[in-house]
């Protein structure tokens, strides 16, 4: 008999980051508090300079504490700048193309909202992992898609690759979604904007997933 590896948490950076230095504290502090599997980098909007700031502030950070760095959006920026990965969504290049520009090592992960079939596509098409969400409402983006935590067991039930919840995910309301077979929770204001700070938001965490 297989036993499914532990859920963990998939960071993502607050989508502005006007104080560069105090962030990467935060962050300092948030990986030293416990496992962390991978920090998305999701500035929204920003130019193309401000993201090259942020990845070479951030993504050494990131690495001292062996956590993988995915960069939103943006397949030719995480080539450029040593990403160790990309998210892609609907309005961005499409997997295979990221693919093509980052090459095989790279992790690329999928937005596909509460759609089954959309994750078949971008497993097919070579992702590493398929996001669904939004599972809660969240201030940190507008969304419409409301799936059901049953997509996470029928997904971990019968693919190989990895599945990320995402969306309003935090501390209190975490439970369920690890509880269906989540494979990563996907989580920016439930860390970043917890009450007790982002360490002890990621101790809870982690706590939950033990
Ligand atoms: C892990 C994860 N899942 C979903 C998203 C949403 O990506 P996208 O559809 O590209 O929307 P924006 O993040 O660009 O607003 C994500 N970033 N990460
Ligand atoms: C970036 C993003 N994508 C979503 C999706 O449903 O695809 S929800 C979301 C916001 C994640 O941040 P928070 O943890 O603060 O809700």
């Given at each position: 008999?297989?036993?499914?590896?532990?859920?963990?948490?998939?960071?993502?950076?607050?989508?502005?980051?006007?104080?560069?230095?105090?962030?990467?504290?935060?962050?300092e502090a948030a990986l030293g508090a416990g496992d962390v599997g991978a920090l998305q980098i999701r500035l929204k909007p920003a130019g193309d300079d401000q993201v090259r700031a942020a990845v070479r502030r951030l993504l050494p950070v990131a690495h001292a504490h062996g956590v993988a760095v995915i960069l939103n959006d943006r397949p030719d920026l995480a080539a450029e700048l040593g990403c160790d990965g990309v998210?892609?969504?609907d309005e961005d290049p499409a997997v295979d193309a990221a693919r093509r520009i980052l090459g095989p090592d790279a992790m690329i992960g999928a937005t596909c909202r509460d759609s089954r079939h959309a994750a078949m596509?971008?497993?097919?098409a070579g992702a590493d992992y398929?996001?669904?969400?939004?599972?809660?409402?969240?201030?940190?983006k507008d969304t419409t898609a409301r799936p059901e935590p049953e997509i996470l067991t029928i997904w971990q039930e019968t693919m190989a690759i990895p599945c990320v919840a995402?969306?309003?995910?935090?501390?209190?309301?975490?439970?369920?979604?690890?509880?269906?077979?989540?494979?990563f929770l996907a989580v920016s204001a439930g860390v970043w904007r917890h009450p007790d700070g982002p360490a002890e938001a990621v101790r809870r965490f982690n706590a939950l997933m033990g």
């Open positions: 008999m297989t036993s499914k590896a532990p859920c963990r948490l998939y960071l993502i950076t607050p989508p502005a980051l006007p104080d560069l230095d105090a962030f990467a504290a935060d962050l998210h892609v969504g596509e971008a497993a097919e398929v996001a669904f969400g939004a599972f809660f409402p969240t201030e940190t995402i969306g309003g995910i935090t501390v209190d309301n975490a439970r369920p979604l690890i509880e269906a077979g989540a494979d």
